[in-house]
């Protein structure tokens, strides 16, 4: 906390009141892992000998295979996003004939969006306080007649309780897909993540676990649906312009995408080693300020440790909004975690009308702080000493922003 107790004296020195930002480059929440630049380099070569460059390419099945067995599973569809699996996956998954999907309002800002583009309407629901994700009893209230689909998103930090979702959708027999994209790595007391519910889909962006620039992939041990999502993310074509299957679109990854994610799944040991560092170094500095709870990641299964959630307590001396925003006037992009919710977003398309204070409450008191391969551990300790500074000048700092920056 040195530098900061350097750099700022006093309130006045913050940079929202028109000083210099603590940091030159922005430290922000996407992870923006890269390979060893000449392991790209190697994979990239692939491509270029065979100039073949997309269209099911060697470095694209390489992937897959690849990523089907780190998730144990049999199959691995690889698509030019995490969004268009989502969409692809809810079609193909949903019951026809039926509208509604269950999935959690307190979730990823674009899963609305998904919805509506797979025609389903969302039906939000509850989720748990301790886990801030949806369980088996929050998704029980929400199923009726017309549900079509579950899909159930893990958190930020640790997982959903897999089991008693994947014994509930059995039991209901409604199919279950799991948004899976930001526990990749993860295992939950029954296995590994990738082979639960009817699929698995994840992200490839380049702010997640492992980049790709742009991409995203399904695993599934379902072969039908494999085959089905293979023909639909290329045209529906199956050979030379035979049209196999309706709804089809061009969604596939080319093969520069899947030659940086490879790289970076072989580097990826290696990252959660400097995540767990990064996360430790936080852990140690959060714990002297008061105020602020860190959201623990579970220590007895494999764990990425990549992103670093906060929950403001009542005895945190600002509000939430004036927190980010003098930490983003520092070009630290600490952000709201999902917030708002999903259900008080005024969209374009309908959703199932529903009332859930427990998640509106939750979506005011946690932040993400930043993490990935762009902040060191002496980041860490600037980002928390300023948090301790806010925390100490908390009265002269809430005094000047209601004057509007004046003193
Ligand atoms: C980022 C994200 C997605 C979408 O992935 P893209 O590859 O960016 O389209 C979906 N779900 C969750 C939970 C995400 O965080």
Known sequence: MKRVQKLKSNV???AIFGTESLFGSPKSTSNLVAPDFDVFLNYSRVFFEHQQYTNNGALVRLLEQRLASFHQTEFCVTFCSGFWGLVLAMSALAIKGRSEVIMPSLTYRR?????????LKPHFCEVEESSLA???ATVSRCINANTALIVAVHPFVNCCEVAELVALA???NIPLLFDSVESPYEFVADGKVGGFGDAECFSLHASKLLNGFE???????????????????GFGFEGKDNVKVAGG???KMNEVHAAMALGCLDDLEDQVLRNRQRYYTYKDQLAAIPGIRLVEFLADTPTSYKNILVEFLDVWPLTRADTLAILNAEKIYARA??????HRKRVGYPCVPVDLPLTDALAERYALLPCGHQVSEDDVRDIVGLLDFIRNNAAQIANRLRAGGKE
Request: hydrophobic share 40%; proline share 4%.
């Open 12 to 14: 006045n020195e913050l």
């Open 111 to 119: 899963m609305a969006d998904i919805a509506s583009w797979a025609k």
């Open 134 to 136: 949806q369980s088996a």
């Open 170 to 172: 059995q039991e209901h």
């Open 215 to 233: 991409g995203g992939y399904l695993t599934t041990n379902n072969a039908e649906l494999a085959k089905q999502l293979i023909l639909v993310r």
């Open 249 to 251: 679109l061009n969604a």
């Open 337 to 342: 975690y999902y917030s708002p919710p999903l």
